[in-house]
């Protein structure tokens, strides 16, 4: 049985996406994501599945983990999300008047909070805070978070699905030391890696010629500063693709020729959500 780190505690919506990942697999919690890192880069038989982007409140801020500890990306998986109102079994939504959750979480409800006159209180997480109305019992508390959550802490789904937008969907990495490269075939790919510039002028303008001239299409690049510095920066990219397709290994060979720094992160099929 192989393990998964997930950061925050059980209920989470990494749990959840965790199980659907992998339903055999042992779930194991960690306060942070670094310790999350931390243990997959030291365990051959362990995963970690982090929450990489949300389609509405956009980066969650993992990107310098991945520079750090510069595990494999084995694939990706994108997960509804499904925000509910959770409460005490006695409690009804007249009764609430103090909502808590992770900051994303209680961003995502506003429009509910602001329409029921709620309270919204941040912390650390969604699964984290339904614990905490489980055991302080205070009648007019309530969390956001899963259904799952609900189940294992024996709380009340007081109002489901009360999220902003019914498309809430985030995207989960699962990351491991192990190197896990799909054969490559006629499905849809996504090859993801990072680099870092030589220092010079138009530097960018000049590296993405390549995947211009091969006609592959870039889905995501995204810039942060290296480690106590603003002068340079790590820029992390997805392409469609696999990097057996010839037109991507031309593509990459001619960014590194502008590279100091070049790392392909994993090679893996594209999540059927894409699809959508």
Same mark, same amino acid.
Do not use: W
């Given at each position: 049985?192989?393990?998964?780190? %997930?950061?925050?505690?059980?209920?989470?919506?990494?749990?959840?996406?965790?199980?659907?990942?992998?339903?055999?697999?042992?779930?194991?919690?960690?306060?942070?994501?670094?310790?999350?890192? =931390?243990?997959?880069?030291?365990?051959?038989?362990? *995963?970690?599945?982090?929450?990489?982007?949300? !389609? /509405?409140?956009?980066?969650?801020?993992?990107?310098?983990? /991945?520079?750090?500890? !510069?595990?494999?990306?084995?694939?990706?998986?994108?997960?509804?999300?499904?925000?509910?109102?959770?409460?005490?079994?006695?409690?009804?939504? &007249?009764?609430? #008047?103090?909502?808590?959750?992770?900051?994303?979480?209680?961003?995502?409800?506003?429009?509910?909070? *602001?329409?029921?006159?709620?309270?919204?209180?941040?912390?650390?997480?969604?699964?984290?805070?339904?614990?905490?109305?489980?055991?302080? #019992?205070?009648?007019?508390?309530?969390?956001?978070?899963?259904?799952? &959550?609900?189940?294992?802490?024996?709380?009340?789904? %007081?109002? &489901?699905?009360?999220?902003?937008?019914?498309?809430?969907?985030? !995207?989960?990495?699962?990351?491991?030391?192990?190197?896990?490269?799909?054969?490559?075939?006629?499905?849809?790919? /996504?090859?993801?890696?990072?680099?870092? =510039?030589? &220092? @010079?002028?138009?530097?960018?303008?000049?590296?993405?010629?390549?995947?211009?001239?091969?006609?592959?299409?870039?889905? #995501?690049?995204?810039?942060?500063?290296?480690?106590?510095?603003?002068?340079?920066?790590?820029? +992390?990219?997805?392409?469609?693709?696999? %990097?057996?397709?010839?037109?991507?290994?031309?593509?990459?060979?001619?960014?590194?020729?502008?590279?100091?720094?070049?790392?392909? +992160?994993?090679?893996?099929?594209?999540?059927?959500? !894409?699809? @959508?």
């Amino acid at each position: 049985m192989s393990k998964i780190y %997930i950061q925050g505690t059980f209920g989470a919506y990494s749990h959840l996406a965790a199980l659907n990942i992998e339903p055999e697999a042992e779930v194991i919690p960690c306060k942070t994501f670094d310790e999350c890192f =931390l243990k997959a880069s030291s365990e051959n038989n362990s *995963k970690v599945v982090v929450p990489e982007a949300n !389609r /509405i409140t956009g980066n969650i801020g993992i990107e310098y983990l /991945i520079f750090k500890y !510069r595990l494999n990306i084995q694939g990706e998986h994108f997960q509804k999300i499904e925000h509910k109102l959770l409460g005490l079994p006695e409690s009804k939504l &007249s009764d609430i #008047k103090d909502v808590f959750s992770h900051a994303q979480g209680l961003s995502q409800c506003s429009d509910f909070l *602001k329409k029921n006159n709620l309270i919204g209180h941040v912390r650390a997480d969604t699964a984290g805070s339904a614990e905490k109305i489980s055991k302080n #019992k205070v009648k007019s508390a309530a969390a956001i978070a899963s259904s799952l &959550s609900a189940k294992i802490y024996n709380l009340k789904i %007081i109002a &489901s699905n009360i999220e902003n937008e019914n498309l809430n969907v985030t !995207r989960f990495l699962i990351m491991g030391k192990e190197v896990l490269q799909p054969v490559f075939g006629d499905k849809k790919y /996504i090859t993801s890696f990072l680099f870092k =510039l030589k &220092s @010079k002028p138009a530097a960018l303008y000049q590296s993405l010629g390549g995947f211009a001239i091969n006609g592959v299409n870039l889905t #995501k690049l995204q810039s942060y500063p290296e480690q106590n510095s603003f002068e340079t920066y790590f820029f +992390l990219c997805d392409l469609d693709g696999h %990097i057996e397709d010839p037109k991507v290994q031309k593509s990459l060979e001619e960014l590194d020729l502008h590279c100091q720094d070049f790392h392909v +992160l994993g090679v893996f099929e594209a999540d059927e959500f !894409r699809n @959508k």
